[in-house]
């Protein structure tokens, strides 16, 4: 699956880009399926906006987003929620759980909205790798940052996708488990060949990066 | 489990006061609506069901009223087909007299009687009366006869008693022969009767029209007089129009027959107010409804709003929201069904101990009524939860 960026500016941003350049706004990209791209921008320069745009949950932009060709501003309903299932999945920087399920519930909801991808078991198993078993039954609600994070990265990784959307997925981690992190994730996007598309405010070498973007 | 963990996220008990208040406003109007179909549908097996009808129920007799006033009170030409003409009567029999002198008299010492009478003639299929021997040849002298039940009755119980006479049955009656005698100039002209049957329907002594038609040419002394009297069929006597146009045009008939009628008025009002009354309730419980749907995905659009963007279809969510509350309606629906039965069983073995016949189960307009009103439920919470879910999106 291929994502086109077409003149791409967020309204609120468009003064502050009409004067200065930038990898992604105002111009025309493409990110090839597969492509496993890292997006580097300090602070107010719309990680979050591009991402949100992406995946469809802003649409105060100008120019065109397509997926596969097609407008995302044509994709709505249940053909948005078919590409989501199936397509792309996301790792928002606010974790965005539902604080009242626990862990394990809000992991297990993504793997059953569709025809699971995994089996159940494969919760207990990447919570292993990551170090959250133990706060598998706990509400979401009270768990740490941390430990919501590590939820957020297991939850994105249980459904079918072509493409993973990370919005700075490790800022509430530490150096050891950011690499237990990355090391899952870059394991499956090779399983599913997928791509992804990751911001953070740093350079780093966790993944082998095809396209290195700034805002 | 995609079902557990949405029911977790969706609680639908933010408004349980209002849903139960919906529930039992629902379950009275369907009540109201369901009772109305089926007291409908009773009602009409009771007027038109071939077990409920006796022989005389659509047989009417139907005369001017007489006041006193005028010396004849008769039914002119127009009046005749005007009632011809009316929708609820299928047929009209004219009722015609004799208009010659005749005497009855025993030929038999042992029941002695002598009597001034005459004869009316009607259409055979107004008469009740079912006998091979009603009918008359030309030349023939032997006169068949139908005469009253009510007759025989006043001859049985107040006439035989006071006079010292035998009791007579119906055979007997029929047995024995009747000595007519028909005046004519002066002269008395003989010929025997005969009684043939009795009749529930029409009180008065009837001859073959035949007989009548030829007797009146030959014998006649007056004009052409009108019918004071005709018998009507229809198809319902308990029909308030047709009490409604009797009286309008100075007509009476047997009140008994038509007494029905003032039944069916009350009975149609108790329907109507019953539907009524059930409509607006249902209108009020399917408002209920849509509010406490909207209510639902109001208070959890937060909830929902994240579901849709980690993925879950609209369609996902509407299944969802469609499940918890059509099993309540059906629920409902059947429980209603069931009361409506089992009152209808209990209906069934009153009724039937009056004579009065109607089937011992429901109805099927009263299920297809029920399943239409869960249809409609199920369209309102469907758009409802269509309508808002698309608004939640947004």
Known sequence: MQIQLQQVVPVPLKEKFS???SDI???????????????VAPSGTGKTTLLNILYKVRHDYEGE???????????SGDHLAKLRQQHVSVIFQDLRLFENLTARENIELNRVLQQPFYEAAMIDEMAGLLGITHILNQRAGVCSYGEQQRIAIIRALVQPFEWLIMDEPFSHLDIANTRKAA???AMECKKRKAGFVLTDLDEDSLFPYTQVFSL | MLHQLLKKIIRTGVGKGRFVMAGIGLTIAMLLILSAVQIQVNYNELLYAKSNQDSIANFLVVAKVINGNNRENVLSVEEVEKLK?????????????????????????RFPFYTDM????????FIDVKSNDWKWEPGSTTIPLIIPNQFLDLYNFGFAPSQNLMQLTQSMVMALPIVLNVSYQGQPVRFTGKVVGF??????????????ALANKQ??????????????????PGNPELVKYLKANDLVTDADKTRFSQYRRIVNTVVNASWLTGAVMLLFALLVFSLFIQLTIASTKNEINLLVTIGASPTQLQRFLMKQFLPANTVITLACLLVIAILQYVLQAFLSKQNMYVSSWIDWYTVVAAALILVVLWLVNYTTIKKYIKETEK
């Open chain 1, 25 to 39: 706004w105002n111009t025309n990209i493409t990110f090839d399926a597969g492509d496993w791209i890292k997006i």
């Open chain 2, 85 to 109: 003409r009316q929708p609820f009567i299928e047929k009209v029999g004219l009722l015609t007299a004799s208009r010659f002198k005749v005497s009855a008299q025993s030929p038999s010492d």
């Open chain 2, 199 to 212: 009749s529930d329907r029409i009180s008065s002594v009837l001859v073959p029209q035949n007989f009548l």
């Open chain 1, 65 to 75: 987003v397509q997926w596969d060709n097609r407008d995302l501003k044509n994709i």
């Open chain 1, 19 to 21: 004067q200065r350049r």
């Open chain 1, 183 to 185: 090391d899952l994730i």
């Open chain 2, 118 to 125: 005459f004869f009316e003639s009607v259409p055979d299929e």
């Open chain 2, 219 to 236: 014998f006649g002394t007056q004009g052409d007089v009108r019918p004071s009297r005709v018998v009507i069929r229809t198809n319902d």
